[in-house]
T-cell receptor
């Protein structure tokens, strides 16, 4: 069962522009959401998270937006840089049951110089 | 270097064989998680250990087993291997079972079953 979906397998943007990566979830019990970034030959690295009590969390160039009614979250990267080129995974969990964190299939972002 | 060490990095083996994947968590982390990533799939949670005790099981096959040792390193054992078991296997660790910091992942073991 795919409780977390990233429907865009890939995204290409120009350097300096905004990158928007989307994620949908189906389980209304999820109350904690994370984004991970993965470079080739490396494990995923934690990027940013958001609790369901918030609708926005910002960290430098990265902002995550949560729309609970639509069961949708998005990651905005502004401005995009070539070093941001990676696979981005969305993840969701019930905070106190984090051993059941569910991941999306990932979106490959390419930022062109 | 994330601090989570997985060995070996690559493994090629034949169907029906058994392999052991090893994970050393980040220093001080008590929780270890194992994930499987098949081609073009998201990471599938397999199993979690906390301070030596099994804490949760996900989509782990009966042919797979794991354990966490007193020194907190963990091993994932895969037996009676099938072609479909070919995947990237990630280990992650965290200091405690909360998500505020997320998990720290190792670089993975790529298993190829031929």
């Amino acid at each position: 069962d795919q409780q977390v979906k990233q429907n865009s397998p890939s995204l290409s943007v120009q350097e300096g522009r905004i990158s928007i990566l989307n994620c949908d979830y189906t389980n209304s019990m999820f109350d904690y959401f994370l984004w991970y970034k993965k470079y080739p030959a490396e494990g995923p690295t934690f990027l940013i998270s958001i609790s369901s009590i918030k609708d926005k969390n910002e960290d430098g160039r990265f902002t995550v937006f949560l729309n609970k009614s639509a069961k949708h979250l998005s990651l905005h990267i502004v401005p995009s840089q070539p070093g941001d080129s990676a696979v981005y995974f969305c993840a969701a969990a019930v905070f106190y049951n984090n051993n059941d964190m569910r991941f999306g299939a990932g979106t490959r972002l390419t930022v062109k110089p | 270097d994330s601090g989570v060490t997985q060995t070996p990095k690559h493994l090629i083996t034949a169907t029906g064989q058994r392999v052991t994947l090893r994970c050393s968590p980040r220093s001080g982390d008590l929780s270890v998680y194992w994930y499987q990533q098949s081609l073009d799939q998201g990471l599938q949670f397999l199993i979690q250990y906390y301070n030596g005790e099994e804490r949760a099981k996900g989509n782990i096959l009966e042919r797979f087993s794991a354990q966490q040792f007193p020194d907190l390193h963990s091993e994932l054992n895969l037996s009676s291997l099938e072609l479909g078991d070919s995947a990237l296997y990630f280990c992650a660790s965290s200091a405690r079972p909360e998500l505020s910091d997320g998990y720290t992942f190792g670089s993975g073991t790529r298993l190829t079953v031929v």
